[in-house]
Structure formats: C-alpha cells, structure tokens
C-alpha cells in the first residue's frame, strides 16, 4: 500500500502534464487556424 501512496502522486503529476499538453496544443492549433 505505501508503495502505491508513493507512486500516486508521480501518476498525478504525469496525468497533469498530459492534460496540459493536450490544452497547449489545441491552444496552438486554434491560434495557428
């Protein structure tokens, strides 16, 4: 169970940056159409 407290927030922080990632590039791709 701790080893599955210690991986969660790393998963978090991966879901964040795809999601970011994501926006970012429709972001771009709205600015660049």
Do not use: V
Not at 15 to 33: C, V
Request: proline content about 3%; aromatic content about 6%.
């Amino acid at each position: 169970m701790r080893a599955l407290t210690r991986r969660q927030p790393q998963q978090h922080l991966k879901s964040l940056l795809i999601r970011i990632n994501l926006l970012l590039r429709g972001w771009f791709a709205s600015m660049s159409a």
